[in-house]
């Protein structure tokens, strides 16, 4: 597709699982960009990848949340022992960044939102 | 910190008025500025991004930098009622290593029919 995609587009789930939530940024984009966003809140930014490493790492809450990508494709959010503070919905943006490390325009996916019982 | 502020509004404006949305930011040293329009239960869209002082206008849309007084600023002309939705200011900014995009809480704009 086009876009940027994101699944599952829902989860409900109980607290204390494990949640992995995926995303497939556009063809040839290098950058992919996590953010939490919860109800009525901003863009909270979670974890930066250039290509399949990740340079920034900082805004991940906890060590119960990791994130990892394939190449320059597919990445997923691994969120571990899900706690209530965690429903959210969670955006996936991609960028092709002329300059390594800045940002430039950024495409969000339609998000998957989390509801932790 | 660094920081992007908006006011939460809700900014209410009859259909056909000109909307203006604010935003303010602290670190000095910040290139690109965007706007999003968010509707509720969607994600963001851009609407514009500009990078030099002044104006840039894009249709009914006109945002306006001044890095003196780091504020950005997005005007909506004959403003629509489909124009309704959250409008997230986002600045980039160098913060532990990286550049990030740094998004304000969102201003909510009503446009009344």
């Known amino acids: 597709g086009a876009g940027v995609s994101q699944s599952p587009s829902n989860k409900v789930t109980e607290k204390g699982k494990d949640v992995e939530l995926r995303c497939d940024p556009i063809?040839?984009?290098?950058?992919l960009y996590w953010y939490r966003q919860r109800l009525g809140q901003g863009l909270e930014f979670l974890i930066y990848?250039?290509?399949?490493?990740?340079?920034?790492k900082s805004g991940l809450p906890s060590d119960r949340f990791s994130a990892e990508r394939t190449g320059e494709s597919v990445s997923t959010l691994t969120i571990q022992r899900t706690q209530q503070e965690d429903s959210a919905v969670y955006l996936c943006?991609?960028?092709?960044?002329?300059?390594?490390?800045?940002?430039?325009?950024?495409?969000f996916g339609p998000g998957t939102r989390l509801t932790v019982l | 910190q660094k920081e992007v502020e908006q006011n939460s509004g809700p900014l209410s404006v009859p259909e056909g008025a000109i909307a203006s949305l604010n935003c303010t930011y602290s670190?000095?040293?910040?290139?690109?500025f965007f706007w999003y329009r968010q509707y509720s239960g969607k994600s963001p869209e851009l609407i514009m991004f500009?990078?030099?002082?002044g104006d840039k206008e894009d249709g009914r849309f006109t945002a306006q930098l001044n890095k003196a007084s780091q504020y950005v600023s997005l005007l909506i002309r004959d403003s629509q009622p489909s124009d309704s939705a959250t409008y997230l200011c986002?600045?980039?900014?160098?913060?532990?290593?990286?550049?990030?995009?740094?998004f304000g809480s969102g201003t909510r704009l009503l446009v009344r029919p």
């Open positions: 943006a991609s960028v092709f960044p002329e300059i390594a490390g800045s940002t430039d325009t950024q495409y």
């Open positions: 063809s040839g984009h290098t950058a």
């Open positions: 990848f250039q290509g399949n490493s990740a340079p920034d």
């Open positions: 670190d000095r040293g910040s290139q690109s």
């Open positions: 500009i990078y030099s002082n």
């Open positions: 986002a600045v980039n900014a160098w913060m532990d290593s990286s550049y990030k995009l740094i």
